[in-house]
């Protein structure tokens, strides 16, 4: 995780926040577990998780194809059976890519 802060920008800013003892204590005890500083833990976790928030916010493009794929199955659901899922959950699909 280091590695992110090699790759920022020369030009930082400083970021600050308060915290309550305990919350910290159990921030500390992860950050040293992982062997990063309580600063390059706390910015990676907060940047991951703010990364995948935006990310779930974005815009989504699809082909016609799964688009297709989408309505047809809304129109046919599958049957939902335990086996039936398992295999709907096993199988490629053409969401996949």
Do not use: C, W
């Not at 992110?4 to 020369?10: L, N, P, V």
């Not at 970021?15 to 990676?44: M, P």
């Not at 086996?83 to 096993?90: G, W």
Request: net charge neutral.
């Amino acid at each position: 995780m280091a590695k992110r802060r090699e790759e920022s920008s020369a030009q930082e800013s400083r970021l600050s926040i308060r915290v309550d003892a305990a919350r910290k204590a159990v921030i500390a005890r992860a950050a040293k577990q992982h062997g990063e500083t309580l600063s390059d833990f706390v910015l990676e976790n907060a940047y991951q998780v703010a990364t995948e928030l935006l990310t779930d916010e974005g815009p989504v493009s699809l082909t016609r194809k799964q688009l297709a794929h989408i309505f047809e199955t809304l129109d046919n659901p599958p049957p939902t059976s335990v086996a039936a899922v398992r295999k709907l959950l096993m199988e490629r699909s053409i969401l996949d890519g």
